[in-house]
C-alpha cells in the first residue's frame, strides 16, 4: 500500500519513516512538511494512505483531509488529543497520539490495510473477468464484453472510470487504480492522474500532450520521462 508523510517537524517525520520500515505492506512514496506540497504530489501520484499531522503552517491537517480522494486513508498523528472528534467526522483510519507507540501505530497500519482490501475487492467485483484480449466491465446493471484492442482510453472520474471506445463511452463504478493493476502494462500506460492510455492508438505527441483520433490528453509532469522513454526507446526504434 503506497504511502506519504505529511508533517511539519522533521524529526517527527523521520520517526513515522522507521516505522514504515517495519512494515513490508507499506511502500513510502513521499514525505513532505506542509500540506501544499503533499497535495501537489497526491494531484499527480495518488497513494492509498497518509499519515497526516493536524497542526501545521498553512492549511493544516483537518482542511487536508477535507480535500483528499475519496479513497485515500487518513492515519492523523498528532501532539493533541482534542481533534480526536473530528477525525471521526472526516472518517480516518487512526488517530494516533505522538510520541506515537510502534504497537498502536501497527494496530492503525492492520485496520487501514484490511479496509483497503475491502475497497480493492468491492471495486473488482465490477469486473467480472478479464483475459488475454477482453474484459467483461459492469455498467447500468448490466456486463459489457470490451476487446481491449477497442479501447482508446480510460479516465478515472472519482468514483467511476469511463471506458472510451470509438462509437462508445462505457461507464463503471471503480477506481482508476484497480482497472489500471488489471491491465497489460506493455500496452496500456497512465499518462496523468486521470488517464489510461491504449498506446497502440497513439496517432502523435510531443511533450505536453498525446493525440488519439480528435482527442487530446495532456501529459502529467511525474509520468513524462516513463512516457517517453518507453515510447521512444520501445516503440520507435522498432
Known sequence: MKCIIVDDEPIAREGIRLLIADISQLELAGSFNNAE????????????????????????????????????LVIFTTAYSQYALDSYELDAIGYLIK??????????VNKALVYHSLLLNEEKKNIDSIEDEYIFVKSDKKYFKIKLSEILFIEGLKDYVIIQLDNQRIISRMSLKTIQNLLPTNIFFRINKSYIINMEHVDSFDNNDIFIGSYEIAIGNSYRNDFLNDFIKNRLSQ
Not at 64 to 72: H, M, N
Not at 99 to 108: C, G, L, Q, T, V
Open 99 to 108: 510520541p506515537i507507540d510502534p504497537a498502536k501505530f501497527r494496530n492503525a
Open 37 to 72: 506540497s503533499a497535495s501537489n504530489f497526491i494531484t499527480e501520484t495518488p497513494v492509498d494512505l497518509i499519515f497526516l499531522d493536524i497542526n501545521m503552517p498553512g492549511v493544516n491537517g483537518l482542511e487536508f483531509a477535507r480535500s483528499i480522494p475519496k479513497d485515500t
